[in-house]
């Protein structure tokens, strides 16, 4: 009863074909599967002499770089929300009658 239902959802990356088992939407699935499949073409396309290991090394490496770049971004956001923040929440105190912790 409390078992997660796996799917299976068919997928081509990079000219292969996969059987992908999860159970998540299958249509994430392919989502991510385009995604990477899109990468390991850019990479290809770049570089048309490395072989197919090659490429989803250099595939994941570009991938990793997006979602570094894209975490620190976040960071950087939630952090000056959090300094408005409370610079708001300092103004505000005295306002309201409140005093935060």
């Known amino acids: 009863m409390g078992e997660t239902s796996n799917k299976v959802t068919t ?7 996969y059987q992908v088992r999860s159970g998540g939407d299958p249509e994430y699935i392919k989502r991510l599967a385009k995604y ?7 990479v290809f396309e770049s570089t048309p002499s490395v072989d197919s290991i090659k490429v989803a090394v250099l595939a994941a490496l570009n991938i990793a770089d997006e979602y570094f770049s894209t ?12 300094e408005k923040s409370e610079k708001l929440t300092t ?8 005093k935060s912790s």
């Open 91 to 98: 103004l505000l105190d005295p306002l309201t009658g409140t």
């Open 71 to 82: 975490k620190d971004e976040l960071d950087n956001l939630e952090e000056a929300v959090s």
């Open 36 to 42: 990477v499949d899109e990468t390991m073409t850019d």
């Open 11 to 17: 997928v081509k990356i990079y000219k292969q074909t």
